[in-house]
């Protein structure tokens, strides 16, 4: 599977933003899609994922209620819709794709090369 994430730039406080991450390869309906994200000097962070069979999200607690995730499974696409967006979001985003249900990198096989975000105050 080879992962392809866009969307990123700069927006303000309190702006929205949608990330998209496209897919190749046959299986993509049956992984798992997550995002994470990695800001300068620290180390990467989980932020969601989505299952691959009933759509079920999960999120890390300092993005509930402000982003979410959603997959089309027929255009090969994972989306992360992000509102309220902060300062403390400011990251390079990527998008994976793995067999586990997990907030941890390791469980993701596939890695996008990244897109930026940056939120100013």
């Known amino acids: 599977v080879q992962l392809q994430a866009s969307g990123g730039g700069l927006v303000q406080a309190g702006d929205s933003l949608r990330l998209s991450c496209a897919a190749s390869?046959?299986?993509?309906?049956?992984?798992?899609m997550g995002w994470f994200r990695q800001a300068p000097g620290k180390e990467r962070e989980f932020v969601a994922y989505?299952?691959?069979?009933?759509?079920?999200?999960y999120y890390t607690d300092s993005v509930k209620g402000r982003f979410t995730i959603s997959r089309d499974n027929a255009k090969k696409m994972v989306y992360l819709q992000m509102s309220s967006l902060k300062p403390e979001d400011t990251a390079v985003y990527y998008c994976?794709?793995?067999?586990?249900?997990?907030?941890?990198?390791?469980?993701?096989?596939?890695w996008g090369q990244g897109t930026q975000v940056t939120v100013s105050s």
């Open positions: 390869g046959r299986t993509f309906s049956g992984y798992v």
């Open positions: 989505i299952n691959s069979r009933d759509y079920t999200p």
């Open positions: 994976a794709a793995g067999l586990r249900m997990t907030g941890q990198g390791y469980g993701y096989e596939y």
